[in-house]
């Protein structure tokens, strides 16, 4: 299994980016699909989440409102819209899989830099 996540870079706060995640290896419909991120001094956190089988969603509440998680099942690929860009949005970002009935996130990706100057 392979995540390659894309779509990181430098942003001014108020701005917007989309992440992508290309996934392979494997059919991903009992899989649940994630955005973490880290920052620097910062444990990673989880971002958002999407039920690869039927789309539900979950968004941190420190995103709510401003990302978007979403997926495309014919391009086995997820994203992430982020808009309204934060300085403290800054972060690497990586995508994940795992189980939808584990809890284990088996997969990452290798991570992408998102920069948001004030």
């Known amino acids: 299994v392979q995540l390659q996540a894309s779509g990181g870079g430098l942003v001014q706060a108020g701005g917007s980016l989309r992440l992508s995640c290309a996934a392979s290896?494997?059919?991903?419909?009992?899989?649940?699909m994630g955005w973490f991120r880290q920052a620097p001094g910062r444990e990673r956190e989880l971002v958002a989440r999407?039920?690869?089988?039927?789309?539900?969603?979950y968004n941190a509440d420190s995103v709510k409102g401003r990302f978007t998680i979403s997926r495309d099942s014919t391009q086995n690929t997820v994203y992430l819209q982020m808009n309204s860009l934060k300085p403290e949005d800054t972060a690497v970002y990586y995508c994940?899989?795992?189980?939808?009935?584990?809890?284990?996130?088996?997969?990452w990706g290798q991570g992408t830099q998102v920069t948001v100057s004030s």
């Open positions: 290896g494997r059919t991903f419909n009992m899989y649940t």
């Open positions: 999407i039920t690869w089988s039927n789309g539900n969603t």
């Open positions: 994940a899989a795992r189980p939808t009935y584990g809890s284990i996130w088996h997969y």
